[in-house]
């Protein structure tokens, strides 16, 4: 099971907008893939356009990675 984080930057390689805590909690950041969103592109699962108001209102964007929940009977 892949259990990352996805994040979004307005510049490659360029983390520096991240707070320091967030930083420690997600480790060392890496350049993965580039990009064009706009408004009206269909991602998986974030809408763009909270994609990119999250760039533009932060500087960044992270997206979680998705909760499983395992049925009861397997926990025991």
Excluded: C
Excluded at 33 to 58: C, H, V, W
């Amino acid at each position: 099971m892949n259990n990352y984080w996805e994040t979004s930057v307005d510049k490659q390689d360029d983390f520096s907008s991240i707070p320091e805590a967030i930083l420690k909690s997600i480790g060392i950041p890496s350049f993965v893939m580039e990009l064009n969103i706009t408004p009206e592109r269909q991602l998986a699962r974030e809408k763009a356009s909270d994609i990119i108001k999250g760039i533009e209102e932060n500087g960044f964007f992270i997206q979680m990675p998705p909760v499983i929940h395992l049925p009861p009977k397997t926990l025991q």
